[in-house]
């Protein structure tokens, strides 16, 4: 069994997310302490699925750094933590954006948590409005992890992210066997927005190279398309299906799971 399976078992995860409010460091953060109330709703919402896994990411700090301030890891690791005690049955990870992997570990390391994902592992990737080329260091990430004691922290990575621009032509069967042999322990396959579904080509695509791991659906996934995509996947990440006003609907947690055979 895959490390991912050990983790998460031998059906197809799905794992929520939990969009934070803007982080202190940010003029429009309601504070840490409402930050903290407002994930403890979420993950109760979660949790009454029940989904599998809970991802925890400051996408509401705008415009996102490109690299973690020191206010924004200290402020993750805090809220990851009380998630993490908090959490009854769900494996709890980390993203921290833009793109600082190694901030999403040492989060998810001093925090307990189970796994990050990171949107850039070895595609080289553009986003001009961010300064252009993403930073790509799957070794040093993979080194960073060892010198925290922190092995058992899973890498769910994606290939060929939304938003991003490849800057070399591969494939995503390339892409996903490059993040395999790199260390991932799953590849994530996006559209090419928040809210658009990957194709089940593509997926397809990508498990030709994923080999042994597990391919994941990172967005788009919803109650409308959920049982088709995951005849293609071994499991989603899903954000924006399961908002509701004002945070996770505990409604479309569940049609969503209806849909995924749970």
Same mark, same amino acid.
Request: proline letters at 6%; glycine letters at 12%.
């Given at each position: #069994?895959? %490390?991912?399976?050990?983790?998460?078992?031998?059906? !197809?995860?799905?794992?929520?997310?939990?969009?934070?409010?803007?982080?202190?460091? +940010?003029? *429009?953060?309601?504070?840490?302490?409402?930050?903290?109330? &407002?994930?403890?709703?979420?993950?109760?919402?979660?949790?009454?699925?029940?989904?599998?896994?809970?991802?925890?990411?400051?996408?509401?700090?705008?415009?996102?750094?490109?690299?973690? *301030?020191?206010?924004?890891? @200290?402020? #993750?690791?805090?809220?990851?933590?009380?998630?993490?005690?908090?959490?009854? !049955?769900?494996?709890?990870?980390?993203?921290?954006?833009?793109?600082?992997?190694?901030?999403?570990?040492?989060?998810?390391?001093?925090?307990?948590?189970?796994?990050?994902?990171?949107? +850039?592992?070895?595609?080289?990737?553009?986003?001009?409005?961010?300064?252009?080329? #993403?930073?790509?260091?799957?070794?040093?990430?993979?080194? +960073? %992890?060892?010198?925290?004691?922190?092995?058992?922290?899973? =890498?769910? @990575?994606?290939?060929?992210? &939304? +938003?991003? $621009? #490849?800057?070399?032509?591969?494939?995503?069967?390339?892409?996903?066997?490059? @993040?395999?042999?790199?260390?991932?322990?799953?590849?994530?396959?996006?559209?090419?927005?928040?809210?658009?579904?990957?194709?089940?080509?593509?997926?397809?695509?990508?498990?030709?190279?994923?080999?042994? =791991?597990?391919?994941?659906?990172?967005?788009?996934?919803?109650?409308?398309?959920?049982?088709?995509?995951?005849?293609?996947?071994?499991? *989603?990440?899903?954000?924006?299906?399961?908002?509701?006003?004002?945070?996770?609907?505990?409604?479309?947690? $569940?049609?969503?799971?209806?849909?995924?055979?749970?």
């Amino acid at each position: #069994m895959t %490390r991912f399976g050990r983790l998460f078992g031998s059906g !197809k995860p799905i794992i929520g997310v939990i969009h934070l409010p803007p982080l202190p460091g +940010y003029p *429009a953060s309601p504070g840490l302490e409402k930050v903290i109330e &407002k994930a403890f709703g979420d993950l109760e919402a979660l949790e009454a699925g029940p989904v599998d896994g809970v991802l925890v990411e400051n996408e509401e700090d705008r415009p996102h750094r490109v690299e973690a *301030a020191r206010e924004t890891i @200290a402020a #993750m690791t805090r809220v990851v933590r009380e998630l993490v005690s908090a959490a009854r !049955k769900t494996e709890i990870g980390v993203e921290i954006l833009l793109n600082d992997p190694e901030a999403s570990l040492a989060a998810a390391a001093m925090a307990g948590a189970s796994f990050i994902r990171t949107d +850039y592992f070895v595609d080289p990737m553009e986003r001009p409005e961010h300064g252009g080329p #993403m930073r790509i260091d799957p070794e040093g990430l993979l080194r +960073y %992890r060892r010198s925290l004691g922190a092995d058992s922290i899973l =890498i769910l @990575a994606d290939v060929q992210v &939304k +938003y991003a $621009r #490849m800057l070399v032509e591969r494939s995503l069967a390339e892409s996903a066997r490059l @993040a395999r042999e790199a260390g991932a322990d799953a590849v994530v396959v996006t559209g090419t927005t928040t809210g658009e579904p990957p194709s089940l080509a593509e997926l397809e695509d990508a498990r030709q190279g994923a080999g042994e =791991i597990p391919v994941l659906v990172g967005s788009g996934l919803s109650s409308s398309n959920a049982s088709a995509l995951l005849r293609g996947a071994d499991g *989603a990440i899903v954000g924006t299906s399961l908002k509701g006003e004002g945070g996770i609907d505990p409604e479309k947690v $569940r049609e969503i799971l209806r849909e995924a055979g749970r």
